[in-house]
């Protein structure tokens, strides 16, 4: 049995993408709306951006964690997660995920290496490894 390091919990209550979410320490308490761009009112965060926002945050934490073990230099590091949401041929939704990192003080193939050996290791990656298209680019 493996051992649970942590559960996040929140709630969404109202109209779905037009509602309201809230973490169980209520930390995260926000409005969220469907971007103008699908026909909503905008004005508020959506799933995407929660998504986007999130997998960036872990990915880079990964990265520095790989970084770390060789030694690598990764301050002024950054990542940033395009979160594009597609239609299915089914009807449905899907996701695809680009992740650019920058690494301003690490040499191209070494940093082509890192944020490969992070895709490995970042729990967003792998929960999204089969199912999501995710593109990784070094910038």
Known sequence: MTKTLYTATAVAT?????????????VLDLDVRMPTELGGPGGATNPEQLFAAGYAACFHSA????????GADVEESEVVADVSLLPTEAGGFQ??????????????????RLVEQAHQVCPYSNATRGNVEVTLTVA
């Open 14 to 26: 109202g109209d779905g993408r037009n509602g309201h979410i809230q973490s169980s320490d209520q």
């Open 63 to 70: 990265l520095r964690l790989v970084a770390k073990g060789q």
């Open 95 to 112: 996701l695809a995920v680009g992740l650019e990192v920058t690494l301003p003080r690490v040499e191209r193939e070494a940093a082509e």
